[in-house]
């Protein structure tokens, strides 16, 4: 999809559809109020029929309204003025995508950016409405021979640049553009989740590492097993040896910052099947089980975003891949390994392979004095009882840094929300033969995942996502989300702001 800002009155507008927004019970917006009255109370006389309320995300579409010089009109409702929150709003958007997909029109321009939303700009709502958009036209045809038509013919989209908002149209045509590289970077992120399993390989994702490097000339290593060998990653090898595709370990590496800074870190999870191993799952939804590599996704597609936009920061992004499968070499329930830190595990459970993976990964970590390191990851299901399919769980070692990525999670409408990681939940991780077990009982198992993990993450500063519930969704609507894209791609943003960035 094209997207542009324009300036413009709507009734001047030769479009396919134009999109203006009504309030309940029936008060038209200013844009709205404009085509009335070129079309000399038209829409008033509509609303007065009752054929149209203004619910939020309600819409209705006019054809040939008179005095104006679009073939279509869209009303979308708002909902009651003074409830217009960050929520409403997005819903008023997919509403409004949706009324569009539901006609012939193949471009479309939006008066919405000036609709009052508490705390948000223009910027804002321009960002929203960009990933709104690519999200409704989103399409995973690529294993399809019969290609799937139905949904928009939406090609061309222009937003009504905010007349209202401090905001130079220069400043919102760079938020525009900031929004669309995001969306790209979501996607990135949706079609590495949905590919099938036997083709999203460990090697598979090595390979997107390398395209996205060479496409924006960035740096890009992939470690092989004997490297991983050399380096002690008993761990992440624990895992690998089950399987007969041999594991990775990806470092892709984006210096768009000062080059004295040290980089942000993101070490995303990918395992790119988890059978669960010996410890196997039971077999109902396991096709799921090919979106456990969605943090690496996510790493990537953030990568791919802001290498895109050209952000003034230096960003590591590290993806340990492997599958986790039940082969006549796997480990067994009891094996004890010995970590990249040097220290002894007992893998009680094979089906708890993220953390060690990520383990290794975090220690891995440590030679690029990273400023902070994310890791991100479809960790527990744990989180999923918790959190349901709302919010990421976030746990940190650092206050800031957890303030830091939850007011991005707040801007980017991507929630996350933090759980304790108290020493106290230390103590069910003991082993009696290593110097700690690999799982930690039934209770308060995300945050036992994030104790493993907090033994590996050294003197940096340190949080952990825990997308197990936001990565995708299941049943009818099945596919992956993209999140936390929106997140991570933000708090990046936000930290080449002056004024936001911590030593
Ligand atoms: N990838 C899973 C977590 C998961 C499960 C995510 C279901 C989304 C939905 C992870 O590797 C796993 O299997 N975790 C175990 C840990 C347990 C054995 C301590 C779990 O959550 O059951
Ligand atoms: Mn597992
Ligand atoms: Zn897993």
Known sequence: MKFSIKKGNPEKQRSSCIVVGVFEPGELTPPAGAM??????????????????????????LHNVPGTQCERLLLVGLGKETKLDDKIYRDVIRGAFQGLSKTGAEDAMLFLTDIPVENRNAAWKISQTVILAQENGYRFNRLKTKIDETGSRLRKLVLAASSLDHESVAAQESALQQAFAISEGIDLAKDLGNLAPNICTPAYL????????????????????????????????????????????????????????????????????????????????????????CGAASVLGTIAAIAQMR???????????????????????????????GQTIEILNTDAEGRLILCDALAYAQ?????????????????????????????????????????????????????????????????????????????????????????????????????????????????????????????????????????
């Not at 992956?480 to 708090?491: I, N, S, Y």
């Open 206 to 293: 090595a390979k997107q590492a390398v395209t996205i490097a060479k496409n924006h000339k960035l740096k890009v290593t992939v470690l092989e097993q004997r490297d991983m060998e050399k380096l002690g990653m008993g761990a992440l090898l624990a895992v690998a040896q089950g399987s007969r595709q041999p594991a990775k370990l990806i470092s892709l590496e984006y210096w768009g910052g000062a080059k004295k800074e040290k980089p942000v870190v993101l070490v995303g999870k990918g395992i790119t099947f988890d059978t669960g191993g010996i410890s196997l799952k039971p077999a109902a939804e396991m096709d799921e089980m090919k979106y456990d590599m």
């Open 311 to 341: 952000l003034a920061i230096n960003v590591v992004g590290i993806i340990p891949t492997t599958e986790n499968m039940p082969g006549g070499n796997a480990t067994k329930p009891g094996d004890v390994v010995t970590s990249m830190s």
């Open 367 to 503: 030679r690029y004095e990273p400023q902070v390191v994310i890791d991100i990851a479809t960790l527990t299901g744990a989180c999923v009882i918790a959190l349901g399919h709302v919010a990421s769980g976030l746990l940190s070692n650092d206050d800031e840094l957890a303030e830091e990525l939850l007011l991005a999670s707040r801007q980017a409408s991507d929630p996350a929300w933090r759980l304790p990681l108290w020493d106290d939940y230390q103590e069910q991780l003991k082993s009696n033969f290593a110097d700690m077990a690999n799982i930690g009982g039934r209770a308060a198992g995300t945050i036992t995942a994030a104790c493993f993990l907090s033994r590996f993450t050294g003197k940096y500063r340190w949080a952990h996502l825990d997308i197990a519930g936001t990565a995708w969704k299941s049943g009818k609507e099945k596919g992956a989300t993209g999140r936390p894209v929106p997140l991570l791609t933000q708090f990046l943003i936000a930290r080449t702001k002056e004024g936001n960035r911590h030593p």
């Open 36 to 61: 009335n009255k070129a079309a000399k109370g038209y829409i008033d006389n509509i609303l007065g029929r009752g054929d149209f309320d203004g619910k939020a995300g309600s819409t209705l579409v």
